[in-house]
């Protein structure tokens, strides 16, 4: 029989066990029964179970068997359901009749167990690689246990196995997690979970992590590290410092072994190990260095050059130790920003040319901050503006015709009831453009001249085009006051001058009245 057997609360245990006796003994009928405490009858021990009908001790009616046939010399013992006072030692008596009855000697202990025994090394040091063992008891079986870890989703690079272990006939499954524990795991709680098929049953083993710094832990960069290790041993050992497999000083016959970083840079954080060795063995530690620096020059993702309509993704991100606090502002206000992380990512769903002009990106945590401006081209067809009219002077007129777009739209004019297109290189037309304004937008203004008597069915039209598209309108004609007399012509002014002169009389008469 296996020396020792576990179970969980409210499960089951099977009890493997076999017995002998001198072949010369050729006993008619072979019986047994299992004692609780003691192997000795004088010592009235519970009696746990019977091979034949006869009195159990109360506490193991219903609940204990022998399930082996002592006539093939099997012993063997089930339990269950098991609750904490079936805990102890059990024995096994064999009766072969008469005088032929034994006790022996050698027993097993049963441990009734309330949750998994969940294993965890005494010392937890950030990036040193650990390993946690939750050990369940299998031996019931009518349960078998699926055993799961809880909590370790954000663990990274955790890896999880499973063995199982039999040890003279008691078996345990180990679930096994592996990972490298950092700083900012401490106070993580991670569990152990059991559960049955078939069953409500359910245990649970948790623990709170407490992740340990050695040496300085955090440096800020410019200032000076010194790591220090101490080990005895006899002879004395070979002290050395390592990064990864590189030897960074080593010392032999020597209690203790400093590693001096004169000035912390970002490059310098890492696992660095110190190993202690001589010809009885070799042991090591390791700590975890942190070097902290104000955030780099910020690193700009995604096109800065798109067509009004399509989607925009620019990501700023900029390098520092701790995290950041990225933003994207556009004048004063925020249009992306991420809180400790490494970079933001600004989105518009669909340009627009209001969008585009100069923004900033502004990456800082408690060692500094820096910045980095940028701007953002949207390119669209040509947009008409208000100006464009046409305003009538002297002998004739003077017509604007005004567009911003990018790229830099062509300005045209059209005559129908001439026939004409008037574009840059005739005679009666100019063109200006101003530069570019914000967002590098680019207006082009064109002036056509028109000479002499005008049509008064003369329609002007005004077209723009750039690779993006293309947009035409009627000119409508402006009369400022001033030109009144102009229009109305010398002969309409003398009509006009006569109905003054009319009116005045008339209403002199009707005063005299």
């Given at each position: 029989m296996p020396p020792a057997v576990a179970g969980l609360s409210g499960t089951c245990v099977a009890v493997p066990c076999r017995f002998g006796y001198p072949e010369e003994l050729r006993p008619a009928a072979v019986h047994g029964l299992w004692y609780f405490g003691s192997p000795y009858p004088k010592n009235y021990p519970p009696v746990v179970a019977r091979s034949r009908a006869g009195a159990v001790h109360e506490s193991f009616t219903g609940r204990a068997r022998l399930v082996g046939d002592p006539g093939v010399r099997d012993c063997s013992l089930l339990l269950g359901p098991l609750s904490p006072e079936l805990a102890g030692k059990y024995y096994f008596r064999g009766d072969l009749g008469g005088y032929n009855q034994y006790s022996f000697s050698e027993h097993t202990t049963l441990e009734v167990l309330e949750e998994p025994v969940l294993e965890v090394p005494p010392e937890l040091v950030a990036g040193e690689e650990v390993e946690l063992r939750c050990r369940v008891p299998d031996n019931c079986p009518q349960l078998q246990p699926r055993v799961g870890w809880e909590g370790i989703e954000e663990l990274p690079e955790a890896s999880e196995r499973e063995l199982r272990e039999d040890a003279a006939g008691a078996g345990t499954i180990l679930a096994l997690l592996r990972f490298r524990p950092r700083r900012e795991d401490g106070g993580r709680r991670l569990g152990c979970r059991v559960a049955f098929a078939n069953s409500t049953l359910a245990f649970e083993a948790t623990v709170a992590l407490d992740v340990q710094l050695s040496g300085p832990g955090e440096a800020v960069e410019g200032t000076p590290v010194e790591l220090g290790c101490e080990a005895e041993g006899r002879p004395p050992p070979l002290l050395s410092w390592f990064r990864g497999v590189a030897v960074l000083r080593e010392e032999p016959v020597s209690t203790h072994l400093r590693l001096v970083l004169p000035r912390a840079e970002p490059d310098h954080a890492g696992t660095y190990s110190c190993v202690a060795e001589n010809r009885h063995g070799r042991h090591n530690r390791s700590l975890q260095l942190h070097v902290a620096y104000a955030p780099r020059s910020p690193v700009l993702n995604g096109s800065l050059w798109v067509v009004a309509g399509d989607p925009v993704t620019v990501t700023c991100g900029a390098a520092s130790h701790p995290a950041p606090i990225v933003t994207v502002?556009?004048?004063?206000?925020?249009?992306?920003?991420?809180?400790?992380?490494?970079?933001?990512?600004?989105?518009?769903?669909?340009?627009?040319?209001?969008?585009?002009?100069?923004?900033?990106?502004?990456?800082?945590?408690?060692?500094?901050?820096?910045?980095?401006?940028?701007?953002?081209?949207?390119?669209?067809?040509?947009?008409?503006?208000?100006?464009?009219?046409?305003?009538?002077?002297?002998?004739?007129?003077?017509?604007?015709?005004?567009?911003?777009?990018?790229?830099?739209?062509?300005?045209?004019?059209?005559?129908?009831?001439?026939?004409?297109?008037?574009?840059?290189?005739?005679?009666?037309?100019?063109?200006?453009?101003?530069?570019?304004?914000?967002?590098?937008?680019?207006?082009?203004?064109?002036?056509?001249?028109?000479?002499?008597?005008?049509?008064?069915?003369?329609?002007?039209?005004?077209?723009?085009?750039?690779?993006?598209?293309?947009?035409?309108?009627?000119?409508?004609?402006?009369?400022?006051?001033?030109?009144?007399?102009?229009?109305?012509?010398?002969?309409?002014?003398?009509?006009?001058?006569?109905?003054?002169?009319?009116?005045?009389?008339?209403?002199?008469?009707?005063?005299?009245?």
């Open positions: 502002t556009r004048g004063r206000r925020v249009v992306a920003a991420a809180v400790y992380e490494p970079q933001v990512t600004m989105t518009l769903a669909a340009a627009k040319p209001e969008d585009a002009g100069e923004y900033l990106c502004r990456a800082e945590n408690q060692h500094g901050e820096s910045s980095l401006p940028f701007n953002l081209t949207v390119e669209f067809p040509p947009i008409l503006l208000p100006d464009s009219r046409c305003t009538p002077g002297g002998d004739g007129a003077r017509c604007v015709c005004s567009a911003s777009a990018i790229p830099e739209p062509a300005v045209t004019f059209d005559l129908p009831s001439r026939n004409v297109t008037v574009t840059e290189g005739h005679r009666d037309y100019t063109v200006t453009t101003p530069g570019q304004g914000t967002g590098g937008v680019v207006t082009v203004t064109g002036i056509l001249t028109l000479q002499g008597t005008l049509d008064p069915r003369l329609a002007v039209l005004c077209s723009a085009h750039n690779p993006h598209g293309s947009v035409q309108q009627q000119l409508r004609f402006h009369h400022p006051a001033g030109l009144v007399w102009a229009k109305v012509g010398p002969v309409g002014a003398v009509v006009a001058f006569a109905i003054v002169i009319a009116l005045v009389c008339y209403l002199s008469q009707s005063r005299r009245k």
